[in-house]
């Protein structure tokens, strides 16, 4: 049973701007703050955004002022807008709970080109 499903990577050039997506099973989504991670090659995972069930985000200083996590409790969704990307956006996003569980979705890739 799929619970986590992420959308919305692509290639782009630096500056650019793109949105991700997530469709969230309701036994993870309810209730739980939601957050964006990312993993870059040969790096850890790391936590990028974070939004409460209220709709309080938080940000890694990293992608403060770029970055922006929004959520829709009636669809279960969270997304992503990313704008002014950076070659060091580059990675894998997952979307998640927060603090993150042992399971995992797909992810979906964003490659920032210079």
């Known amino acids: 049973q799929v619970q986590l499903v992420e959308s919305g990577g692509g290639l782009v050039q630096a500056g650019e701007s793109l949105r991700l997506s997530c469709e969230v099973a309701r036994t993870i989504f309810i209730r739980n703050t939601m957050a964006w991670y990312r993993q870059g090659s040969e790096k850890s995972r790391e936590l990028v955004a974070r939004?409460?069930?209220?709709?309080?985000?938080n940000y890694a200083d990293s992608v403060k002022g770029r970055f922006t996590i929004s959520r829709d409790n009636a669809k279960n969704t969270v997304d992503l807008q990313m704008n002014s990307l950076k070659p060091e956006d580059t990675a894998v996003y997952y979307c998640?709970?927060?603090?993150?569980?042992?399971?995992w979705g797909q992810g979906t890739q964003v490659i920032v080109s210079s």
């Open positions: 939004i409460t069930f209220a709709g309080a985000p």
């Open positions: 998640n709970s927060w603090p993150a569980p042992p399971s």
